[in-house]
């Protein structure tokens, strides 16, 4: 039985823009299997029907479970994992032949990230340290991680040279659209699992991300749009703190809900305390009469100790 060698695996939502050109760069390998996102709304998955081996619609819970049901359609003995606005460039096309039909204990690959954003091809910004995993056996190893996600350890792995051409974020609308998407599934994953959010992380982390990626990346080399990509990056760090935070006071909101709604006496004044509140409420309009103006212009005093009007 004829066993297919690479299987590209593609996952996509509203991608309709961007897939057919991601399809053409891959007409070299064996197999291509595509995830659809259900939410997707154009044509994304009639263009996959149409052109990919295998075609999968599937409700998005996480990134990296997108990407491993893709691997489970696959018969290929090597995975290619790719997004839709992605192309394999020539080089890196030979490359992943040779590297494929070779007979080596070699079980993955990293393979570098050549990004254009907003317009212009970025060679600093941290951009030149993306080398994520991309190729790997189909039993050496699965995606881990529900954002931002990453092929789990290796053994045995090469980097290769020649790029995948990533275009993404051709415009602020698309870049400011992006963050609010991850950011939120980013602060709904730490609020899960109990993270608590920091001053720090909302005062200096943005400031410290900004300096990293302008400065100590280098991102002032790549012009206004290394500026720009640098200074989002640092606002995209500030607003998934700040969701952190909001989701965090609204869990600790219903929980005290859900308590006062289990435990309601514990909630309530004793009728010893009940009955002093009113002694002193009535003692006070004794005092000065019946005159609603001058019983409200008592002063009271705070938990603190401080007398307000």
């Known amino acids: ?33 595509i995830v659809v996102d259900a939410r997707s709304l154009d ?55 040779d590297l494929t039909q070779r007979n080596s204990n070699i079980q993955a690959a990293h393979i570098p990230i050549q990004s254009e954003i907003l317009g212009r091809t970025l060679r600093y910004c941290g951009t030149q340290l993306d080398r994520p995993v991309r190729l790997f056996r189909q039993n050496a190893t699965r995606w881990q991680g529900e954002v931002h996600e ?8 090469v980097t290769l040279r020649s790029p995948i051409l990533h275009r993404s974020l051709s415009d602020l609308n698309e870049f400011v659209t992006k963050i609010h998407e991850y950011t939120s599934l980013e602060a709904e994953k730490l609020a899960r699992l109990g993270v608590q959010p920091r001053r720090f992380d909302l005062t200096l982390r943005p400031i410290w991300t900004f300096l990293k990626l302008y400065l100590v990346r280098r991102g002032f080399l790549d012009g206004t749009e290394g500026f720009l990509y640098c200074a989002l990056s640092a606002f995209s760090a500030f607003v998934r703190n700040a969701k952190l935070r909001e989701r965090t006071l609204k869990i600790s909101s219903e929980l005290l809900v859900v308590d006062q709604a289990r435990h ?3 909630n309530r004044p004793s009728p010893s305390v009940r009955a002093d509140r009113a002694h002193q409420s009535h003692g006070a309009t004794h005092i000065l009469g019946n005159n609603p103006a001058m019983t409200a212009a008592v002063p009271t005093e705070n938990h603190s100790g401080a007398t307000t009007p």
Request: aromatic share 6%; with cysteine; net charge negative.
């Open 1 to 33: 039985m004829y066993e297919s060698l690479v299987t590209a695996v593609i996952i996509a939502k509203d991608e309709a823009h961007d897939l057919d050109g991601c399809l053409d760069s891959l007409k070299w390998v064996d197999e291509i299997v």
């Open 43 to 97: 044509a994304t998955e009639s263009i996959a029907r149409r052109r990919a081996t295998h075609t999968l619609v599937r409700t998005f819970d996480h990134f990296a479970a997108q990407r491993n049901a893709g691997i489970d359609l696959a018969s290929g003995r090597w995975i290619l994992s790719i997004d839709a606005d992605e192309r394999v460039s020539d080089g890196l096309r030979q490359e992943i032949q």
């Open 150 to 157: 990453r092929v789990g350890p290796t053994e045995h792995g």
């Open 264 to 266: 309601p006496l514990q």
